[in-house]
């Protein structure tokens, strides 16, 4: 035989310099919840070893996340249910602890990238993430609020908005507002292809956002469509989107292929609090070890396409990796 592949695997070395995926911590976004308070940092417990920050814990873990090599963080609000209306007025208010901690991280730590999450569904009363108005979510209704939404965050030092609304035109529509407030450095991860999973249940537990009444099936994509996201893509791209992200990752590695190879524009891949949770209950009950498993789930996703990656992973691939 001339041609033996297992020449290239004979020793760590070879493997190595013939290795065609390289993850690093660069290609990591860590996910953190926030809360408004003091001295809190409690787990959430669907989502093993991942927390619920106030302000001041939220700095000390991105000051040891820094230092293991983490750089990019993308940031959720668990807001009281009184400051939560129909208009979601809280989520551009001047008192927002939220934005007022986006603004303290980027004074402590300016070498951060912060990524934030645009959606009404945080901060409205209907836990939905647009308007809604006699049971139907009104798409055209919901843009001015999420454009209200973005310039706050751009105000308070947002590196990269993430719009995770799944409405249609609102990536022009936030491009239009940003650059006309002066924010044209702002960029822009659109969730381009934002399915209606069964995966995102220890999210919504960790911020208390699930939907009062219905689902998100009108606006969030059918788990059985493959096409439509590359329209959304070629959409979101037309409209100045700076990023094209995908939800969630491991049950949709094609999706995030399909995208890789029909643009020239970074993908992203959200890997979600369900395969996450799932992940880690399997190493609990020892039947995968997570120190050999958790690395191949990420190096799956990057190897699909993804140039970024949101894991609730990334600080425990760092310890291991950095």
Not at 35 to 46: P, R
Not at 239 to 259: M, R, S, T
């Given at each position: 035989?001339?041609?033996?592949?297992?020449?290239?695997?004979?020793?760590?070395?070879?493997?190595?310099?013939?290795?065609?995926?390289?993850?690093?911590?660069?290609?990591?976004?860590?996910?953190?919840?926030?809360?408004?308070?003091?001295?809190?940092?409690?787990?959430?417990?669907?989502?093993?070893n991942n927390y619920r920050f106030s302000p001041d814990t939220l700095l000390a873990e991105i000051e040891e996340c820094l230092k293991l090599g983490l750089k990019?963080?993308?940031?959720?609000p668990a807001v009281d249910e009184a400051l939560k209306n129909k208009e979601a007025t809280y989520s551009y208010s001047p008192d927002n602890f939220y934005l007022?901690?986006?603004?303290?991280?980027?004074?402590?730590?300016?070498?951060?990238?912060?990524?934030?999450?645009?959606?009404?569904?945080?901060?409205?009363?209907?836990?939905?993430?647009?308007?809604?108005?006699?049971?139907?979510?009104?798409?055209?209704?919901?843009?001015?609020?999420?454009?209200?939404?973005?310039?706050?965050?751009?105000?308070?030092?947002?590196?990269?908005?993430?719009?995770?609304?799944?409405?249609?035109?609102?990536?022009?529509?936030?491009?239009?507002?940003?650059?006309?407030?002066?924010?044209?450095?702002?960029?822009?991860?659109?969730?381009?292809?934002?399915?209606?999973?069964?995966?995102?249940?220890?999210?919504?537990?960790?911020?208390?956002?699930?939907?009062?009444?219905?689902?998100?099936?009108?606006?969030?994509?059918?788990?059985?469509?493959?096409?439509?996201?590359?329209?959304?893509?070629?959409?979101?791209?037309?409209?100045?989107?700076?990023?094209?992200?995908?939800?969630?990752?491991?049950?949709?590695?094609?999706?995030?292929?399909?995208?890789?190879?029909?643009?020239?524009?970074?993908?992203?891949?959200?890997?979600?609090?369900?395969?996450?949770?799932?992940?880690?209950?399997?190493?609990?009950?020892?039947?995968?070890?997570?120190?050999?498993?958790?690395?191949?789930?990420?190096?799956?996703?990057?190897?699909?396409?993804?140039?970024?990656?949101?894991?609730?992973?990334?600080?425990?691939?760092?310890?291991?990796?950095?």
């Amino acid at each position: 035989m001339l041609d033996r592949p297992r020449r290239n695997r004979r020793t760590e070395a070879i493997r190595n310099m013939v290795a065609e995926t390289q993850l690093t911590a660069n290609n990591l976004i860590y996910p953190l919840f926030l809360l408004d308070g003091k001295g809190i940092k409690s787990e959430v417990k669907s989502l093993p070893n991942n927390y619920r920050f106030s302000p001041d814990t939220l700095l000390a873990e991105i000051e040891e996340c820094l230092k293991l090599g983490l750089k990019s963080f993308v940031l959720f609000p668990a807001v009281d249910e009184a400051l939560k209306n129909k208009e979601a007025t809280y989520s551009y208010s001047p008192d927002n602890f939220y934005l007022k901690t986006i603004a303290e991280i980027k004074k402590r730590f300016p070498e951060t990238c912060l990524v934030s999450d645009v959606a009404m569904d945080p901060y409205s009363s209907d836990g939905h993430d647009g308007y809604v108005e006699n049971g139907q979510i009104i798409n055209d209704k919901t843009l001015p609020i999420l454009a209200k939404m973005a310039i706050a965050q751009a105000q308070a030092g947002i590196d990269i908005i993430g719009p995770s609304d799944m409405m249609d035109g609102r990536i022009q529509y936030l491009r239009d507002e940003l650059d006309d407030e002066g924010f044209t450095d702002v960029g822009i991860m659109s969730y381009t292809a934002k399915y209606a999973s069964a995966f995102y249940g220890p999210f919504r537990d960790a911020l208390d956002s699930a939907p009062k009444a219905g689902d998100k099936k009108t606006y969030q994509m059918n788990p059985a469509n493959k096409k439509e996201a590359l329209r959304e893509a070629m959409l979101d791209e037309a409209e100045g989107a700076d990023f094209l992200l995908v939800k969630p990752a491991l049950a949709y590695l094609d999706i995030i292929h399909l995208l890789a190879q029909n643009t020239t524009l970074p993908i992203a891949a959200y890997n979600v609090s369900g395969e996450c949770a799932m992940l880690t209950a399997a190493c609990q009950k020892g039947w995968l070890n997570f120190e050999t498993a958790m690395p191949e789930m990420l190096l799956s996703i990057r190897r699909a396409g993804a140039t970024a990656i949101l894991t609730y992973f990334a600080k425990d691939w760092a310890r291991r990796f950095n």
